[in-house]
Structure formats: structure tokens, C-alpha cells
């Protein structure tokens, strides 16, 4: 890392102090009904379940679990894990944070991971893996469901760690995820660090997350359009409540499509209704392999 060796200040989150900005509902995540309060500056870190503590930003990415794996309408992700059925799901949550891990935990196919650059990835400390999300150590194919929660704006480069998420998706698995900015995002990513060369090079201040955790951009809307190129299609869920405020939070929600059909097999040789394709008497056969 390059230069700026800022101070980096714990995650504070300012009260809000304006007028009363509220809804009544149930929580999706542990199902509790009660009142979601905006009481911090931030939005997206306001609205928390009076049981769970749940914030908004997870409010909402847990609907876009129930609507990416839900099958009989479970209203929180604390039904949907005791679902007959959903124990057989593989689920990849990178990180360890977050108000899922404990509903989630319980299901065999459920993983979690840490990112610790001096440990050899794939290898698991106190029940975790290392994982690099550009550069998964799972086979193709593994899971049903990843979650990450305002992950990917740390992620150096982005693209690769959303086509490894493709890759490790099942056809027909989804990536619900979250990243800071409220909707409309920006128009245009704009990339805080210049990753071009082996090192980090800050074109903009540096800034961090829980502590160290670098942001390498700050995304746009362009961020359907690389999701787009790396083949998902991708739903943007706004949180839709009483408080008018909520709206502006979305949940991305990116399906691996189903892979298409095999093309059925062209007969060679023979065309129906059509003279033999192989039959003219001038066109020798290759002799070269016997
Ligand atoms: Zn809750």
C-alpha cells in the first residue's frame, strides 16, 4: 500500500435527530414484528430490528433472500432456515458479520470465510477458510446461494471477484448482495485507487472500512453493466416500507441463468428432403487416419 497513512477511525455512526422517521412491520430477518426507527445519520445502518439488530441494509438483502431461495413463502430468513428443503442448500458467506450467520449456521452446506493475505488460501482456522474472492479455492459450481454484505466495494479488482461468484454459483444459484450508496447510485464508478501496477496507488483519499479494510470504489450504476459482462442478470431490489426514507436502499440480487439447452445434434452426411450432403462421388474421404 502506497502513501496516506491516514488515521482510521472506528466505524461511528452519528445519531439522527430530525423529525420522526419510522415504519411498523416484521423483521425479515429473525421475523420479529415491531417498530423500525431511523435513528442514525446513516440510512442504511438505521431501521434496526428491536430483536435481531438487524439494520436496514440487511432488512433489505434479506427479502432478496426470501425472493432468490424462498419456495413457500417464508416471510424471514429465521422461517426460511428451518424450512425442510433449504438445509440441503450450499451457501457461501464470505465474512464474519452480520446478523445471517447465526440463522444460517445450522445448515450443513453453510460457509464462511476470512481474507487474511498472509494465510495460504483454502486453509481453515477455527472453523473458517481463507478465501480470496478473486480467487476462489471452490470447485465450479459449489453453491446455491452466496451472500456479501458491503464486501465488494473492498474487493481490488471487482470484476474477477464477481465472475469467481459466477463461477462458483450453481445455473440457477443467486449472489444477494449489498454495496454502500443509496439508489439512484452515481452514474459511473468511480475508482478511488489506481490498481494498475502491483501496489496500490491512492488517486483519492484513502478510506476504510471497519478499521482496515481499504475501498477500492465507489460503484455507479455502470455496475449492472459489468454484471451484465459477467453473465448474471441481476434484479435491483429497493426496500419498500411506510418511511418513504427506505426506498433508497437497494439489494442487488444477480441469478447464474440456467446454462442453455444442448444444441441437438446435426446429422451429418444426410440433410432431410435434400440430396446426401457426403455424396458427391468427386469429394475424396481424408485418408490421412485409418
Ligand atoms: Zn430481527
Redesign the pocket.
Known amino acids: 500500500m502506497v502513501a496516506t497513512e491516514t488515521a482510521r477511525p472506528r466505524a461511528v455512526h452519528p445519531t439522527y435527530d430530525g423529525p420522526p422517521d419510522g415504519y411498523d412491520g416484521a423483521?425479515a430477518?429473525?421475523?420479529?414484528e415491531g417498530h423500525f426507527e431511523r435513528d442514525r445519520l446513516s440510512i442504511s445502518e438505521s431501521f434496526r430490528?428491536p430483536?435481531?439488530q438487524?439494520a436496514l441494509r440487511y432488512q433489505g438483502q434479506a427479502r432478496g433472500i426470501l425472493r432468490a431461495v424462498s419456495r413457500h413463502g417464508a416471510r424471514s430468513v429465521a422461517e426460511l432456515a428451518a424450512q425442510p428443503g433449504f438445509g440441503g442448500l450450499d451457501i457461501f458467506e464470505p465474512g464474519t458479520l452480520g446478523p445471517f450467520r447465526p440463522l444460517l449456521r445450522p445448515v450443513p452446506g453453510y460457509v464462511q470465510s476470512f481474507f487474511d493475505p498472509a494465510t495460504p488460501t483454502g486453509e481453515v482456522r477455527d472453523g473458517l477458510r481463507c478465501e480470496n474472492l478473486m480467487d476462489l479455492t471452490f470447485a465450479d459450481a459449489s453453491f446455491d446461494l452466496v451472500i456479501t454484505s458491503d464486501i465488494f466495494e473492498h474487493v481490488r479488482h471487482p470484476t474477477r471477484g464477481f465472475a469467481e461468484v459466477f463461477r462458483v454459483l450453481r445455473p440457477g444459484g443467486w449472489h444477494v448482495f449489498t454495496i454502500p450508496g443509496r439508489w439512484p447510485l452515481r452514474r459511473r464508478t468511480v475508482a478511488r485507487v489506481d490498481v494498475s501496477g502491483p501496489g496500490d496507488v491512492h488517486w483519492l483519499p484513502a478510506v476504510f472500512h471497519n478499521h482496515d479494510h481499504l475501498v477500492y470504489n465507489d460503484f455507479g450504476r455502470d455496475l449492472l453493466d459489468l454484471l451484465d459482462g459477467v453473465g448474471f442478470v441481476t434484479e435491483t431490489m429497493l426496500f419498500a416500507s411506510a418511511s418513504p426514507t427506505t426506498s433508497a436502499q437497494v439489494t442487488f440480487a444477480s441469478m447464474r441463468p440456467e446454462d442453455p439447452p444442448e444444441p441437438e445434434p446435426v446429422p451429418t452426411g444426410v440433410e432431410v428432403g435434400a440430396e446426401p450432403v457426403g455424396a458427391e462421388p468427386s469429394r475424396p474421404r481424408r485418408r490421412n487416419r485409418r
Open positions: 423483521c430477518i429473525c421475523g420479529r430490528c430483536g435481531c438487524g
